[in-house]
């Protein structure tokens, strides 16, 4: 015989006034963490930058004729103004560059695409490019082939609330800004203020700029400085400099072999960071037997007056204004050095460094 199911009397209780309240106090808190974080200069439609974000712009390829890709690390994704590139030519890029990550990978998935016959803008921090890592968004190109679709609506849903609401900002989560308030991390032990916090804002179809707040913040510039550690490191070795020349020659060579190209492009970082870089991997040996290599043709901010005294508060990354002058510059010469980039009749008249607060000064 069955055992009578046990069944509790559910108790009076003014459930449409605790329901009311309960409702009132949520929206409190949430309207109050939200007119914190804008305080913060977090702002409605500033968007995550994940892996979907990244498919979605890469699946463009497998529709449209792209004439135009960028692919690179965190530089030139946040100092090409995707609006002046645009105004000057006519033709809006399709930004695939990631920060933190070694562009060759990216080089060579579209190498292997017959859908890409356009100019491939590759833009590059030597340190990040001459290694075996892909880096910290590896997991981009596994989600441009396979999106489930859990991952797809979780990813619309959060880009239609970031529209809206700019709580929403991951680096600044209530669990991580309790631990970066916490001072006792042991000597040699690393702790919250070695990881890089926000320093970005993307807009629509990736355009991304360095944060505001980095620029008129102490605190904030100061750490973002301290975690690049000045691009210290050990020397790149022979085997992976050979080993990125012929990789990089072989796509190249793909992607022309079916009417395409490419140029290579090294956006500017501040003196006391390039005196790293130059250890670890000195131009001469880098960057100018990369363009011999592969046959390419490239634009160094070295070379370029244009390009000089712009100002890089965190010693890497350009000011949302310099940027903009970047872009000018370096669209400028490349329309000098290939016919894939044509400057529009009506383009607007070349900028300079003083328009952006930079000088004839070298970056610091």
């Given at each position: 015989m069955a055992q009578p199911v046990p069944v509790r009397d559910v108790p009076a209780r003014p459930w449409r006034v605790m329901f009311a309240v309960a409702l009132t106090l949520t929206v409190l808190l949430w309207a109050g963490w939200e007119w914190r974080m804008r305080r913060l200069e977090l702002s409605p439609g500033d968007r995550s930058d994940g892996a979907s974000t990244w498919a979605e712009q890469r699946r463009r390829i497998d529709t449209e004729t792209i004439p135009i890709a960028i692919i690179g690390d965190s530089r030139i994704l946040f100092?090409?103004?995707?609006?002046?590139?645009?105004?000057?030519?006519?033709?809006?890029?399709?930004?695939?560059?990631?920060?933190?990550?070694?562009?060759?990978?990216?080089?060579?998935?579209?190498?292997?695409?017959?859908?890409?016959?356009?100019?491939l803008i590759v833009g590059i921090a030597e340190t990040s490019y001459?290694?075996?890592?892909?880096?910290?968004?590896?997991?981009?190109?596994?989600?441009?082939?396979?999106?489930?679709?859990?991952?797809?609506?979780s990813f619309l849903l959060h880009r239609a609330l970031e529209r809206e609401v700019a709580f929403l900002e991951d680096n600044y989560r209530l669990s991580k800004l309790i631990a970066r308030l916490d001072p006792g991390w042991r000597a040699g032990v690393k702790g919250p203020y070695d990881d890089v916090w926000k320093i970005a804002?993307?807009?629509?179809?990736?355009?991304?700029?360095?944060?505001?707040?980095?620029?008129?913040d102490p605190y904030l510039r100061g750490h973002a400085r301290a975690a690049w550690h000045r691009f210290a490191g050990i020397p790149v070795t022979n085997a992976i400099i050979?080993?990125?020349?012929?990789?990089?020659?072989?796509?190249?060579?793909?992607?022309?072999?079916?009417?395409?190209?490419?140029?290579?492009?090294?956006?500017?970082?501040?003196?006391?960071?390039?005196?790293?870089?130059?250890?670890?991997l000195p131009r001469a040996a880098g960057w100018g037997r990369l363009l011999?290599?592969?046959?390419?043709?490239?634009?160094?901010?070295?070379?370029?007056?244009?390009?000089?005294?712009?100002?890089?508060?965190?010693?890497?990354?350009?000011?949302?204004?310099?940027?903009?002058?970047?872009?000018?510059?370096?669209?400028?010469?490349?329309?000098?050095?290939?016919?894939?980039?044509?400057?529009?009749?009506?383009?607007?008249?070349?900028?300079?460094?003083?328009?952006?607060?930079?000088?004839?000064?070298?970056?610091?």
């Open positions: 100092d090409t103004d995707l609006d002046r590139f645009q105004a000057l030519t006519g033709v809006r890029p399709v930004q695939l560059a990631l920060a933190g990550t070694n562009a060759r990978p990216f080089l060579e998935d579209l190498a292997d695409d017959p859908r890409f016959k356009g100019l001459f290694r075996d890592e892909v880096g910290l968004q590896k997991d981009a190109l596994a989600r441009y082939h396979y999106e489930s679709p859990a991952q797809r609506a804002q993307h807009g629509d179809g990736r355009q991304t700029w360095l944060w505001p707040r980095i620029e008129h050979a080993m990125t020349f012929s990789r990089t020659r072989d796509a190249v060579a793909k992607i022309r072999s079916r009417g395409g190209d490419v140029v290579f492009l090294r956006p500017p970082s501040a003196s006391l960071v390039r005196i790293n870089e130059e250890r670890r011999a290599a592969a046959r390419v043709r490239g634009v160094h901010f070295d070379d370029e007056p244009a390009m000089q005294g712009l100002v890089i508060p965190e010693f890497s990354h350009l000011t949302r204004a310099c940027a903009t002058v970047f872009t000018d510059a370096y669209v400028r010469r490349l329309a000098q050095i290939t016919p894939r980039i044509r400057l529009r009749a009506g383009a607007p008249p070349p900028l300079a460094p003083r328009d952006c607060g930079g000088g004839s000064s070298p970056p610091t």
